[in-house]
Every structure is written in structure tokens, then in C-alpha cells.
């Protein structure tokens, strides 16, 4: 285990350029590596870490810091371009029922999409696996899969699904599921009074979505929040609130990598502003509502990774608006794939890379 001290808020030390910050200093410690792209992170309720590898697999991190083999049980992933194995989420019963939901890209007809895959973890293997919530319709596209898992204050199931890329138009059409965040019972089933329910995807809670590769309840309102890549430019923090319209592609505060237009608007009627844009975009990840003891002071702060920018970054929340934002571990150089808060209220990290990490936030001296 290597453990390594950064000192924030220290103008410079060792040749380093620390970002400023609330703490003056900030223990952050490497309890793993070796990962291949790890992608989502979900606590056990004894402490132990589930770890997801865009490469197909399903890892545990027990209190040792010893990484298991695969977990095994899940079907086989499509391991290309932005899918694979992607969320990771608990059952709100999970001292009931021992329930671990993963969001995995399948293979089916006429190419491949995002499903959520569910089944009982006894020590290093799921049983019981069943699909509960297929994506439709899947393609031969390797681009904007989503695919986070929240569960809200009512035990429902949040899924966000991106547009696939090559088929952004149709985050528009509430009868699929792209560029939508879908709202399903634990048995994946369409919550009775979601607002497409007589529609041809009656899952769907909110339409008009990019890639929505972040979403957090917030510990107050129970709201569900997301964070959306933009293209170039115009990413995206949004509270979703039941059958709204989130814009994309009809209004967009980005344009195409090339740098055309995608639309001359930024607002339309009946559609939504987002809570925060970005121009240019720092290709959000993985976030997370802050709400332990160990950083009392960021108590309800937004935790967003960032994978073009390489850091991790903290939003103010205040009256559902963000006034401020700060961007810690800039020096590290690592993109931030997820941040999840520990049992014991510190902070994990994954990076991305085909050496991936996991990392550990606590405050110096604690």
C-alpha cells in the first residue's frame, strides 16, 4: 500500500503546483492498482468495495485491500469503444436480499446496448443472474452507453442511457430509450405513474439526454441529480424532475468537434435549463453527494471526476444552485472515472487507465 501525502493549498512543493482548497492538507492513499479501466464503485455494507472493469469484470476490494478475481456470473460483456461493464449499485435491501445490479453491454439484435443485470452475491460469486432492464434498441455503435445506477428514497431504480452516438435525434422520441434516464421497479419493471407509461418505452423518466455518465440522490431532497457530457463544450448538471425535456440535440450550449453547429439555440419552450453548464467541457464521471464526517466542512458538496481535465472536482451546493466550485488533485494527472463515499465517510476514487487505481481521501492525521 502506498500512501502519499499532498499538502493543498501550498503554493508549490517539490516542483508541484498544489490547487487551493478549504483543508490545508489532504492524505490520499493508493490501495490498489492494476485495474483495466475500472468503471464503477458501490460499498458493501461492511465496508468491502465492488469494483466494475470496463473489460467485463466484477471485482471486490475487501478491508484488506485485496482485490478478488472476477466475480462471476454476470454474461458476457461487449468490451468496445466507451461500453462494457459499466455501473455498480446495491439494493437499498441489501441486508435482505444480498442484491448487487450491474449495468453490463449485451449483445442481441442487431447489435449490442446497456442492460441491467441483477443477482444475490454469496462471497466471490453472483447467483440467480437474470436481466431485469434491457435498452432498446441496441447497435453496432461503441459510443454513449450512460450507464449509472441510483436508487431513490422510494426504492426505484434510476438508470441514465446515452443517445449512442450516431443517433442523438432520437433522444427526442420518448418511445425508446435513447439519450433517456429510465426509471424501473427493483424487479425492472415501469414504475406505475412514470410519465410515458402508455408509450412504446414506458420506462423512461426523463427524455433529451447526451450521455449522462453521473448521477447522485441528493441527501436532502432525495432528488436525482446527473451530470451530462457535452460535445464541444456545453456539459451539463441537471435535477431531474418526472417527464421533462433536457434539451439535447434541439438546444445545446456545445458544437461538433469540428466545430460546426449542432444548434444555433441554447433555449427552447418546454425544455429545460441545466442547474450548471461548462464551456469548454471537462468530461464529467462518475459524482456523488458528500455527506459524512470526515470532510465536515464539504457536508452536501457535489463531487464530480473529471476525465479530460484530470481531477476531481467540488461544487458548492446551495438552494439547488451551485455558487462555487474547486478543483482538488490537478497535480496527480489522472482521470477520474468515480467517487463514492466509504462507510467510514472517506472518499474513494477510481482512475482511468489500463492501470487503474483506486484511491483513498481522508483529512491528514485523522
Not at 458544437?255 to 467541457?281: H, L, R
Not at 471537462?282 to 455527506?291: C, D, L, V
Amino acid at each position: 500500500m502506498c500512501k502519499i501525502q499532498l499538502y493543498v493549498g501550498i503554493a508549490a512543493l517539490s516542483g508541484l503546483l498544489f490547487a487551493s482548497s478549504s483543508y490545508s492538507k489532504i492524505q490520499v492513499t493508493e490501495l490498489a492498482s492494476g485495474l483495466n479501466h475500472p468503471w464503477g464503485i458501490a460499498f458493501l455494507p461492511n465496508g468491502d468495495a465492488l469494483i466494475t472493469e470496463r473489460n467485463g469484470s466484477l471485482r471486490k476490494l475487501n478491508s484488506d485491500n485485496q482485490l478478488s478475481e472476477t466475480i462471476k456470473g454476470l454474461p458476457e460483456a461487449v468490451s468496445k469503444g466507451q461500453g462494457g461493464t459499466l455501473g455498480v449499485a446495491i439494493s437499498p435491501n441489501y441486508a435482505q436480499d444480498k442484491r448487487v445490479y450491474v449495468c453490463v453491454n449485451v449483445e442481441g439484435e442487431n447489435g449490442w446496448g446497456s442492460e441491467v443485470h441483477s443477482g444475490v452475491l454469496n462471497g466471490e460469486v453472483l447467483e440467480n443472474v437474470k436481466p431485469i432492464f434491457v435498452a432498446l434498441p441496441k447497435s453496432e455503435s461503441n459510443f454513449h452507453f450512460g450507464c449509472r445506477i441510483v436508487f431513490d428514497n422510494q426504492g426505484h431504480m434510476f438508470v441514465s442511457l446515452g443517445d449512442r452516438g450516431a443517433f442523438k435525434e432520437q433522444a427526442q422520441n420518448t418511445d425508446n430509450h435513447l439519450g433517456a434516464v429510465v426509471r424501473v421497479t427493483t424487479e425492472g419493471k415501469a414504475v406505475s405513474d412514470n410519465p410515458f407509461i402508455s408509450g412504446d418505452a414506458p420506462e423512461i423518466y426523463t427524455f433529451g439526454h447526451r450521455n449522462v455518465q453521473g448521477m447522485a440522490k441528493h441527501p436532502i431532497s432525495g432528488d436525482i441529480w446527473t451530470n451530462e457530457h457535452g460535445p464541444k463544450g456545453g456539459d451539463e448538471v441537471n435535477i431531474l424532475s418526472k417527464g421533462k425535456n433536457y434539451g439535447w440535440p434541439a438546444i445545446t450550449y456545445g458544437v461538433n468537434y469540428d466545430g460546426t453547429v449542432i444548434s444555433d439555440k441554447t433555449a427552447e419552450v418546454g425544455m429545460e435549463q441545466p442547474t450548471k453548464y461548462w464551456v469548454p467541457s471537462f468530461a464529467p464521471s462518475g459524482m456523488m453527494f458528500y455527506t459524512g464526517d470526515e470532510f465536515s466542512e464539504w457536508k452536501n458538496n457535489l463531487f464530480v471526476g473529471s476525465l479530460k481535465f484530470r481531477y476531481l472536482k467540488r461544487l458548492v451546493v446551495e438552494n439547488n444552485q451551485i455558487v462555487n466550485e474547486e478543483d482538488l488533485l490537478t497535480e496527480r494527472d489522472e482521470r477520474i472515472r468515480d467517487v463514492a463515499q466509504a462507510p467510514d465517510g472517506s472518499i474513494y476514487l477510481l482512475t482511468d487507465s489500463d492501470n487503474g487505481k483506486v484511491l483513498r481521501l481522508t483529512k491528514q492525521g485523522s
